[in-house]
């Protein structure tokens, strides 16, 4: 089996997540299959503030590193950051398989529970949420998102905090057993970076409910992509959403 190499764009830049970067790459070489490379990017200036407009500023970036990672030969990109933003015109602009955090984990909660609820750490992503679980046509099974009050700098810090860090898993309870209450059977934090900082909970749940780490699902199912695109030739279809325009087109947008 030849080596498959993963671009993983993060919304955060080393400079200002040293220590999220540290961890995420040693939870990244832990999940990987032998022979994948998994290579972490940032976006400077980084994601600090909930709010659309910043999607909107990281969307573009991400769309032009997912063109310059096909053209510098990696197999795969990997939308890491739960909002997702840019990911349908990634998908548009290159023929490496682009998979994204927030719609792996959605996709794969689908197979542990008929009914899922998301966490996310600022309320101003809740209406951003419900966008996206519509375009993904995923409204009658997320059913529910909850927030915290945090900002994605301020969470950043539960990595050089033990008491932070556990205040954090705490108020993720909080907001997460009503969604169970409810009916939500499976629970999914709203980001890659509780996403990260949770994954050192073995078998987390609330009230029965598992608590998913969506980092290694969009892993697998990036090696996945690769490995069937290998196989048979299976990509993206190009009837609608992820119709590719000209050369021309591409370009224009790049520069």
Same mark, same amino acid.
């Given at each position: 089996?030849?080596?498959?190499?993963?671009?993983?764009?993060?919304?955060?830049?080393?400079?200002?997540?040293?220590?999220?970067?540290?961890?995420?790459?040693?939870?990244?070489?832990?999940?990987?299959?032998?022979?994948?490379?998994?290579?972490?990017?940032?976006?400077?200036?980084?994601?600090?503030?909930?709010?659309?407009?910043?999607?909107?500023?990281?969307? $573009?970036?991400?769309?032009?590193? %997912?063109?310059?990672?096909?053209?510098? #030969?990696? =197999?795969?990109? &990997?939308? @890491?950051?739960?909002?997702?933003?840019?990911?349908?015109?990634?998908?548009?602009?290159?023929?490496?398989?682009?998979?994204?955090?927030?719609?792996?984990?959605?996709?794969?909660?689908?197979?542990?529970?008929?009914?899922?609820?998301?966490?996310?750490?600022?309320?101003?992503?809740?209406?951003?949420?419900?966008?996206?679980?519509?375009?993904?046509?995923?409204?009658?099974?997320?059913?529910?998102?909850?927030?915290?009050?945090?900002?994605?700098?301020?969470?950043?810090?539960?990595?050089?905090?033990?008491?932070?860090?556990?205040?954090?898993? $705490?108020?993720?309870?909080?907001? %997460?057993?009503?969604?169970?209450?409810? #009916?939500? =059977?499976?629970? &999914?934090? @709203?980001?890659?970076?509780?996403?990260?900082?949770?994954?050192?909970?073995?078998?987390?749940?609330?009230?029965?409910?598992?608590?998913?780490?969506?980092?290694?699902?969009?892993?697998?199912?990036?090696?996945?992509?690769?490995?069937?695109?290998?196989?048979?030739?299976?990509?993206?279809?190009?009837?609608?959403?992820?119709?590719?325009?000209?050369?021309?087109?591409?370009?224009?947008?790049?520069?």
């Amino acid at each position: 089996m030849d080596p498959i190499r993963i671009w993983y764009q993060s919304y955060v830049d080393e400079a200002n997540g040293k220590t999220y970067w540290d961890r995420l790459r040693r939870h990244l070489r832990a999940i990987a299959d032998p022979g994948t490379e998994v290579e972490i990017k940032g976006i400077t200036p980084h994601d600090n503030y909930a709010h659309p407009i910043v999607e909107f500023r990281c969307a $573009r970036e991400v769309i032009c590193n %997912a063109v310059k990672a096909e053209r510098e #030969g990696y =197999d795969a990109f &990997i939308v @890491g950051h739960f909002q997702d933003a840019g990911l349908y015109e990634a998908r548009s602009v290159v023929d490496i398989p682009v998979v994204a955090l927030g719609e792996a984990s959605m996709l794969y909660a689908c197979q542990l529970g008929q009914r899922s609820g998301i966490v996310t750490i600022n309320t101003r992503y809740i209406p951003w949420f419900h966008h996206q679980i519509g375009k993904y046509g995923l409204e009658r099974r997320v059913t529910g998102v909850h927030a915290m009050t945090f900002e994605p700098g301020q969470i950043l810090k539960a990595y050089e905090s033990e008491a932070l860090a556990a205040e954090v898993v $705490r108020l993720f309870a909080e907001q %997460a057993r009503p969604l169970v209450a409810a #009916g939500c =059977d499976v629970l &999914i934090p @709203g980001g890659g970076i509780p996403m990260l900082l949770f994954s050192a909970v073995r078998e987390h749940a609330v009230d029965g409910a598992p608590v998913i780490d969506g980092i290694p699902i969009a892993v697998k199912m990036a090696e996945l992509a690769v490995k069937l695109k290998r196989l048979n030739g299976l990509g993206v279809s190009r009837v609608s959403d992820f119709v590719k325009p000209p050369p021309e087109i591409i370009e224009e947008f790049l520069t």
